[in-house]
């Protein structure tokens, strides 16, 4: 098992900045993939970005292209997620997913999420 914890959500105002932080514990040597999804009231789950633990390559969604980045400090097993000139579409509740690989297969694991609300 592996357990993920998020934090730094909260309220800003548009334009502003946030830091996400993502813990894993547990079975932590066993993570390949890191990664950030949001879920919009009414809206469907959707992939902002992922980091690989090996190599640390990334990816984006285009929506967050240039504003965000994502990065992971292998020795804290925490991905941190860097939110610049936040818009008032961003606001939703991040999740972040943990992928694991235990004797050839393949494990999810997902937080429980933390609110951003970005006022306009």
């Known amino acids: 098992q592996v357990q993920v914890v998020e934090s730094g959500g909260g309220l800003v105002q548009a334009g502003g900045s946030l830091r996400l932080s993502c813990a894993a514990s547990?079975?932590?040597?066993?993570?390949?993939?890191m990664g950030w999804f949001r879920q919009a009231p009414g809206k469907e789950r959707e992939f902002v970005s992922r980091?690989?633990?090996?190599?640390?390559?990334?990816s984006y969604a285009d929506s967050v292209k240039g504003r965000f980045t994502i990065s992971r400090d292998n020795s804290k097993n925490t991905v941190y997620l860097q939110m610049n000139s936040l818009k008032p579409e961003d606001t939703g509740v991040y999740y972040c997913?943990?992928?694991?690989?235990?004797?050839?297969?393949?494990?999810?694991?997902w937080g429980q999420g933390t609110q951003v609300t970005v006022a306009s």
């Open positions: 997913l943990a992928k694991s690989m235990v004797l050839g297969r393949d494990y999810d694991f």
């Open positions: 547990g079975r932590a040597w066993s993570i390949y993939n």
């Open positions: 980091i690989t633990w090996s190599g640390g390559d990334s």
